[in-house]
């Protein structure tokens, strides 16, 4: 199997075409050039690629813009959420099925259900799309749920040609034991019923910058997936840094090593590039500390705290008390320094007693801030609140100790004032956001979740003990995808005294 082989594969006539392509070995690259050379040939209907998250939706419609009237690429949830609303009465949806989705409790989950349900009992629907999409290229199917899959097949069914790229070792996405030994099994699945199974397997994305890296992180993946063990002790190979550092944080979540073993860690600071890649967003906010916040948290397109605050503001709607509370909450999701216990509680009993006892100092700023909630007790308020926040955080040295370490978190929080209803300025600014692609800064700390389908120059993967990397299924996927995010070095911050069982050392 080759790029030769997977490309003419790709261009046969075979309804089902399906690939294993690890991170790095032209996946993308493959998926659209076969894109460009089809779609401009498919008279009335259109080339759908679905991918699963809006980076990988970025990276596509880079490579296809010339062909925009020709290609549709949207993540699976879009699609399932234009289908669920053009059937939302017969679903029991309201009108804006989008908001209901970020709203309900595992909302894309319900709705996924729903369309797959639906489709499977009117296949009459899934004719009509397959006539608009006579083909469709599925990126990172690896990440598709049972119902997701099922919809996709759907379409396979009633005569799309599918174009199906995974890799089961980038399974990252939090699965029960069960929910991920069937994910297994579909995959299996799949490709016992594909007409054309092939492999990518040459790294090109380290072609040109760092060749023996990319051929070290191929047998790094193969020996994770083959429930073996990374070899450290041996000749490293060109652009691989080991680094032993102990973490003495007491903190669970925290990070901390003696000013000895910080050094080397600091000095890679220096590097024009540099993606930290940890395994929390607890950790991910402590590792921004332990730089002395000069690398801002890559937050990624997806702001779960802010979808969480829409969905509390629209619940409690009148209710100060309970506003300033979620308030609160989405504060501690994205800041710190606003715990209940530092002024958080103070804040909230402001609120609930309606700002009418004199106070002093501090109290009197938290009681301006509550302020805004209780004269206006909806989104507006909170943004409002928020705002003022950030002007005490900049101006007040009583709140010096407050610190956004998701900044366009907070901004967009802040944003939701200006819109009448919460629901629509969540949608609005999301779509903002996907059509200004978001790109991360230079330096930056990331969860190895939210840098999936990144690439930089220089990564740095940190703390690699038994905590963060157990043998687990999902620690040697977790550990495969932090490693192949490099293109050029990689430093692996390691413990001796807590080792990873991934390694050995």
């Known amino acids: 199997m080759s790029d030769a082989t997977v490309a003419q594969a790709l261009r046969s006539t075979v309804r089902l075409v399906v690939v294993e392509a690890p991170g790095g070995c032209g996946k993308t690259y493959q998926g659209a050039s076969y894109a460009r050379d089809v779609a401009p040939a498919l008279g009335e209907g259109r080339l759908l690629i679905l991918t699963h998250t809006n980076a990988a939706c970025d990276v596509f419609a880079g490579r296809t813009r010339d062909l925009n009237r020709r290609v549709e690429i949207r993540t699976i949830d879009g699609l399932i959420i234009e289908i669920a609303g053009a059937y ?99 995959w299996a699945d799949l490709k016992a019923a594909a007409d054309r199974f092939e492999e990518l397997n040459h790294p090109h994305r380290w072609e040109h910058s760092q060749p023996e890296l990319g ?54 600071v220096n590097a024009p590039s540099l993606l930290v890649l940890t395994g929390q967003n607890d ?45 609160v909450a989405f504060l501690g999701s994205v800041a710190s320094g606003f715990s209940p216990t530092a002024v958080g509680n103070r804040f909230v009993l402001e609120a609930q007693q309606g700002c009418v006892k004199p106070c002093k100092g501090k109290p009197q700023h938290l009681q301006a801030m509550a302020r805004h909630i209780v004269q206006c007790p909806d989104h507006r308020g909170v943004a409002h609140a928020l705002d003022h926040l950030r002007s005490l955080a900049a101006n007040e040295a009583a709140f010096a100790d407050v610190h956004v370490h998701h900044t366009r978190e907070f901004a967009e929080a802040i944003q939701l004032g200006q819109f009448e ?52 299924k999902a620690s040697r996927a977790r550990l495969y995808v932090a490693l192949s995010r490099a293109t ?14 991934l390694f050995k050392l």
């Not at 989950?109 to 797959?116: N, T, Y």
């Not at 000749?235 to 680094?243: I, K, R």
């Not at 550092?245 to 979540?253: F, L, R, V």
């Not at 070095?489 to 390691?494: E, H, K, T």
């Open 283 to 327: 950790r991910a906010t402590a590792l921004r500390a332990f730089f002395n916040r000069r690398l801002p948290i890559w937050e990624g397109h997806i702001r779960e705290g802010l979808s969480t605050l829409v969905a509390h503001c629209v619940a409690h709607q009148g209710n100060p008390e309970a506003l300033a509370l979620g308030t």
């Open 88 to 186: 939302r009465h017969s679903l029991g949806l309201p009108e804006d099925v989008g908001a209901w989705a970020r709203r309900a409790s595992k909302g894309y989950d319900l709705l996924g259900e729903k369309v797959a349900r639906l489709l499977s009992r009117h296949p009459a629907i899934t004719d009509c799309l397959a006539q608009r999409y006579p083909i469709v290229v599925c990126d990172e199917h690896q990440d598709a749920s049972a119902d997701q899959h099922t919809i996709v097949m759907a379409l396979h069914r009633s005569g799309s040609r599918l174009r199906v790229f995974a890799d089961p070792m980038q399974m990252i996405f939090t699965r029960t034991k069960v929910q991920s030994a069937a994910a297994e099994k579909r």
């Open 215 to 268: 051929a070290w992180v191929l047998a790094a993946r193969a020996a994770l997936r083959d429930g073996g063990r990374i070899d450290l002790t041996g000749n490293l190979p060109a652009g691989l840094t080991v680094h032993a550092a102990e973490n003495i944080s007491q903190q669970p979540s925290g990070f901390r090593v003696t000013a000895d073993e910080s050094r080397a860690i600091y000095a890679r």
């Open 421 to 472: 209803s919460a629901d629509d300025g969540l949608a609005e600014i999301a779509r903002r956001r996907t059509h200004t692609r978001p790109q991360p800064p230079m330096k930056a700390i990331s969860t190895i979740h939210k840098a999936k389908g990144l690439e930089f120059e220089n990564v740095m993967v940190l703390p690699c003990d038994a905590d963060n990397f157990s043998n687990t």
């Open 488 to 501: 050029h070095s990689l430093m692996l911050v390691v413990s001796k005294t807590k080792p990873s069982p």
